[in-house]
């Protein structure tokens, strides 16, 4: 509805520029246009299951070719003590969370990109360099990307990171649901990776009922609510746990989609072009009938 | 007055020990930004994963497409509203805004990862992002500005165009080529002037619209849905501070007169501007409830109060005042309070209030990215010096229509 | 041929509906279930039979833990981790493992069910709703293991070819004395003299210690800080009375000064010989504890052989004292000629030295009245 007018609109004032250049604009398939389908997959984390047995960030690494120690190395937990985030050179990384009620086995949270269902960094990519897939993966497109990093301050997780120290064709790196990897009928490398399936992957929908049927069951071993099913409009990945989700530093998010605001704001100013016509009209009617007044205030001050 | 003043280029040396300095500044600042170039963002800059964004957006671009606001304000005043007495300060208003967007856009493609793909948002749309509208009326309001600038290089080499050597014979085309291009342009230069303004006014406030998305990550003593009515009328506001500002430093720096009857009533309407800025700003604040983050001292409330005081409520109060009207010091100061406060604004929305959920240290610029800023400044503060001793940008009193005592009555 | 022919259609019909009758036969096994233990839907139907995840019913299987096979070899899961050798039997009968039930969760007191027969060997598969096989088993092994465990990483059950197996669980060190601090107003604190306890009763762990979690145990830290474990079970749950029934057990006694200091005490009604083994004769059942377990604190185990208390004795003892004049030929021979046992409990042996006589038919004296108690 507003993309028309409004793309016409620019493609006239770019035309100087980008017909000059002979190239065709491509308009970003990745536009908020809803492509959610009702069979897109995601993936449960129960993390009451979770051992933290760091399995799943070897995994991560061999399935996108990083460079990774032996998996025997990740028995150590000493890298949890301090809490991590994803960044350029790992997907995905388990964090530890103590447990009030015994010490010595704290919880442990593995975290990635959450695969919104309304995602801000499509939203907010200049370019349209990262989409939404009908699968529901967030996929980023290296031949598209300019590095601006805007993906970077809208995403509400803070997942997306930079390859800050390449100086040529430096990447925005963040889990990409292993799209490769499903291509060739294999799950994501950590889902398969992770040795007691605290990592249940599956159509969302079905998850969110194995998560509703986990928690009727056991009322007594989680929390009644499953993050990610509405925060932020949903996400693909979602989470179970036995106790609030700001304990173990999940964002405590509103349920309307992150780019929402930022969008109607922005539909808001170009609604079939009418606001900047109009002042382009208002503008010129004051230009003409002020054409022939000389002011003369100045000299009169 | 203006009808005595011509618009001539100034008969000034280039050297001076302040523009050695300016390029001193300079050359660090290229260094620091070959370092960039050749080691990527990371090896100069503090900016990480949890800070994606530093100064060369927040000052760079932001504040720098603020600070150039006075090009498309004193046009509207100036070619829209025809108030021709203030044509004195259009010109070098329109200098300024023309190379602090050649500064964002030069600032834009060095902070970008990929700056050989700048060109990438011409041909790849994605109409809900804030950035691309950004990033393509900034493109366009360039070319516009240019555009309008044409007509001070046609001035200029009308009748003097001077081919070296062999060139010589291409003289006669070359000058009827400018010619007709002048004469075009005169036909046609109110489409461009209405353009600017129109896209200056999309953008600014769109420049606002950038940092909703980041919604809970931003400090709620700036995150609000108005963000982008608050840039507008920031920047309208600062547009007549800023050519008072770098009016008086001009005149200052080349020794002439100051133009303070013009800059006098530019600082009168200043008030009424800043005015509404001023209650909007409050006015947001009160409704969201936000003011409850100002009761506890943290950088965020401290920073938000020397804004608010400093950079609208004292030079508000200043420019009400008569005496400050027609005193180049207090006039100079009341401007500058103001540029600095939006300056401070911008560097506010986009570093100070970006408060990332997992941030594990706070971000400071680095020498590097502090030495690129302070370059492109002197960088731009040199070329403009070099266009106004070359172009006819600044007006002088011209002697042939001038009654002598007229101007020294007023004087 | 006819007659041929009829006869075995006879004997195929009857066979085959033995079979008919055994099928509905092994379904009334589980006739007792509740249908919606596994359907969610009243009407489940073939294509869409509405299964539920598995419900974890804790049913009682019927199988004696000894017929659970000794060790099972785990498949190999990769390169990285040898395949494990699962101590079957030894965990069936591990107190924690609650026999067969603690992991064979499913089994409706029919013959045990294998995993797979519910887990899905895929972990690609469409029912999502119960963990696959492989996960079922480490969640099973996991829960436990790391509770007990924390750092223990694969290789405690992964061993690979040729290493040494690493320690399956650490060892258990028993606290001299453990303070419970109880709810009670008067005598709130009660000491428990643990290792006096085990030493002298000759008690394994597990005779106490039923139902508990490994990890209480078996974590040197733990014991060593030997928090009071009596806040733990009630913590845990239980009720005064069954915190109680632990000491109750063979402290049978309503006194509470017996382990609540400050409160009253009564003389202790302690079963020696249940507790002991020495079962207190009605000489020694009159005496105060101390004239035996001499000097202060502790109560020590004595020897059982009457030599060690009373020295001397056999040079002076009167046989008769006990309703047997010895005749000539026996006064003069040692004890333990005709009494093998140190404590004269058993019946005295005739076959050291007579092939054709046994006692009591026939006694090496006269037959005397068993002297009155002195004092």
Redesign the interface.
């Known amino acids: 509805m507003?993309?028309p007018s409004?793309?016409s609109f620019?493609k006239a004032?770019?035309a100087?520029?980008?017909a000059a250049?002979g190239?065709?604009?491509?308009?970003?398939q990745?536009?908020?246009a809803n492509i959610l389908s009702p069979d897109r997959l995601g993936v449960?984390v129960d993390t009451t299951?979770c051992?933290g047995?760091r399995n799943c960030e070897w995994a991560c690494k061999i399935a996108h070719d990083m460079p990774t120690p032996?998996?025997?190395t990740y028995?150590d937990?000493a890298p949890m003590q301090e809490?991590r985030?994803p960044?350029?050179t790992a997907l995905t990384v388990v964090n530890k969370y103590d447990h009030p009620a015994r010490p010595?086995?704290p919880t442990t949270v593995k975290v990635q990109c959450m695969h919104c269902d309304h995602p801000?960094c499509v939203?907010?990519?200049?370019?349209?360099?990262i989409s939404k897939q009908a699968d529901g993966a967030v996929l980023w497109d290296t031949d598209?990307?300019?590095?601006?990093?805007?993906c970077?301050?809208?995403c509400?997780f803070?997942i997306?990171?930079?390859?800050?120290?390449?100086?040529i064709?430096?990447r925005i790196m963040k889990c990409d649901f292993c799209t490769d990897r499903r291509k060739e009928g294999k799950?994501p490398g950590c889902?398969?990776a992770?040795?007691?399936?605290a990592l249940?992957?599956?159509p969302r929908e079905?998850?969110v009922r194995?998560a509703r049927?986990?928690i009727r069951?056991n009322p007594d071993r989680y929390l009644d609510h499953i993050y990610g099913e509405r925060e932020v409009g949903g996400t693909s990945w979602m989470y179970l746990a036995d106790r609030k989700f700001e304990e173990l530093?999940f964002?405590?998010?509103a349920q309307d989609p992150?780019?929402g605001?930022?969008?109607s704001?922005?539909?808001g100013?170009?609604a079939y072009f009418v606001p900047?016509v109009s002042?382009?009209a208002l503008?010129?009617a004051?230009?003409w009938t002020?054409?022939?007044?000389?002011?003369?205030?100045?000299?009169l001050? | 007055m203006s009808h005595y003043m011509r618009p001539q280029p100034l008969d000034r040396k280039f050297l001076t020990p302040g523009v050695i300095v300016l390029l001193l500044l300079a050359a660090n600042g290229l260094a620091w930004l070959a370092g960039r170039f050749l080691f990527g963002i990371g090896a100069v800059t503090n900016l990480n994963n949890q800070y994606p964004w530093g100064i060369w957006i927040g000052i760079d671009v932001a504040a720098g497409v603020a600070l150039a606001a006075g090009g498309f304000t004193t046009a509207a005043l100036g070619h829209v509203m025809h108030r021709e007495a203030y044509h004195v300060v259009v010109r070098p208003a329109l200098l300024t805004a023309m190379l602090g967007y050649t500064m964002v856009a030069v600032g834009v493609s060095i902070d970008i990862g990929r700056y050989y793909y700048i060109w990438h948002p011409l041909i790849m749309w994605n109409g809900s992002s804030a950035l691309f509208e950004v990033g393509m009326c900034v493109m366009i309001y360039m070319t516009v500005l240019y555009i309008e600038f044409l007509p001070i290089v046609t001035e200029r080499f009308i009748g003097r165009v001077n081919l070296p050597g062999p060139l010589a014979g291409l003289n006669a085309p070359v000058d009827r080529l400018l010619r007709l291009l002048d004469r075009t342009l005169d036909r046609t230069m109110f489409v461009f002037i209405i353009m600017g303004v129109v896209l200056s006014t999309l953008h600014q406030s769109s420049l606002g619209t950038l940092m909703i998305i980041a919604g809970p990550k931003m400090h709620p003593l700036w995150q609000t849905p108005i963000l982008p009515l608050l840039f507008l009328l920031s920047a309208v506001a600062v547009g007549f501070p800023m050519v008072i500002f770098e009016s008086l430093i001009a005149s200052r720096s080349f020794g002439l007169k100051p133009e303070m009857p013009v800059l006098g009533r530019l600082g009168r309407m200043v008030v009424p501007l800043l005015g509404i800025y001023l209650a909007f700003k409050l006015g947001d604040l009160f409704i969201r409830e936000a003011f409850v983050h100002l009761k506890t001292v943290t950088v965020e409330s401290v920073m938000y109060v020397v804004e608010i005081l400093f950079g609208i409520v004292v030079p508000l109060r200043m420019f009400m005042t008569r005496s400050v009207q027609k005193s180049p010091l207090l006039l100079f100061v009341a401007a500058a309070l103001v540029v600095g406060g939006v300056l401070l604004n911008r560097i506010n929305n986009f570093v100070v209030a970006y408060t990332p959920p997992y941030a594990t240290e706070a971000y400071f610029p680095s020498i590097g990215e502090i030495s690129v800023t302070v370059g492109f400044i002197a960088i731009l503060v040199l070329l403009y010096r070099v266009i106004v001793l070359n172009f006819p940008v600044i007006g002088l009193p011209d002697r042939t229509l001038m009654p002598a005592s007229k101007y020294s009555v007023r004087g | 041929m006819t007659r041929i022919a009829s006869v075995g259609l006879l004997l195929l019909t009857a066979g085959a509906s033995a079979v008919a009758q055994a099928r509905p036969a092994s379904r009334a096994a589980g006739a007792s279930l509740d249908c919606r233990a596994c359907h969610t839907s009243p009407t489940p139907t073939r294509n869409n039979p509405s299964l539920s995840a598995c419900p974890r019913l804790k049913v009682q299987g019927y199988h004696a833990v000894d017929e659970a096979p000794p060790v099972i070899t785990l498949g190999t899961p990769g390169k990285t981790y040898g395949p494990v050798k699962f101590s079957h039997r030894e965990h069936a009968h591990m107190s924690a493992a609650n026999g067969c039930s603690g992991c064979h969760h499913y089994d409706q007191a029919r013959p045990i069910q294998k995993c797979k027969n519910c887990h899905a060997v895929s972990r690609a598969r469409g029912e999502l709703g119960k963990p696959d096989l492989k996960a079922a088993m480490h969640r099973q092994c996991i829960e436990c293991h790391r509770e007990w465990n924390p750092t223990g990483g694969c290789s405690t059950c992964h061993i690979k070819e040729g290493a040494a197996p690493a320690p399956a669980r650490k060892k258990v060190a028993a606290p001299e004395r453990i303070v419970y601090e109880t709810k009670a107003t008067q005598g709130k604190s009660v000491t428990f003299f643990h290792k006096d306890h085990t030493d002298r009763f000759a008690l394994a762990c597990a005779d106490c210690h039923v139902q508990e979690s490994c990890g209480a145990c078996h974590d040197r830290k733990r014991v060593a800080a030997a928090q009071p474990v009596l806040t733990r079970q009630t913590r845990a749950g239980l009720t005064e009375d069954q915190a109680h029934e632990r000491c109750a057990n063979c402290h049978t006694t309503d006194a509470c000064g017996t382990c609540h200091k400050g409160m009253p005490s009564r003389a202790l009604a302690f079963d020696h010989g249940r507790r002991t083994g020495f079962t207190l004769n009605r000489f020694h059942a009159r005496l105060d504890c101390r004239s035996c377990h001499k000097g202060t604190g502790a109560y020590r185990s004595l020897a059982t052989d009457c030599e060690s208390c009373h020295k001397g004795w056999q040079k002076t003892f009167d046989h008769a004292r006990a309703g047997l004049q010895l005749d000539e030929q026996h006064k003069d021979f040692e004890c333990e000629s005709c009494h093998d046992d140190k404590t004269f409990r058993a019946k005295p042996v005739c076959a050291s030295c007579h092939d054709d006589k046994a006692w009591p038919a026939h006694k090496p004296g006269k037959a005397v009245p068993r002297a009155p108690r002195k004092g």
């Open positions: 507003k993309s409004r793309r620019l004032g770019t100087i520029t980008a250049a190239l065709t604009p491509r308009v970003a990745a536009g908020p449960l299951v051992i047995c032996p998996l025997e028995e937990a809490m985030r960044d350029e010595d086995l801000a939203s907010a990519c200049i370019v349209g360099a598209m990307c300019i590095g601006c990093r805007y970077m301050v809208a509400p803070q997306p990171a930079f390859e800050y120290h390449k100086a064709q430096p799950l889902v398969e992770c040795p007691v399936e249940t992957f599956g079905e998850l194995v049927d986990k069951r530093a964002p405590k998010l992150a780019p605001v930022s969008e704001i922005q539909h100013i170009f900047p002042l382009y503008l010129g004051v230009m002020t054409r022939h007044k000389h002011d003369d205030e100045v000299e001050l």
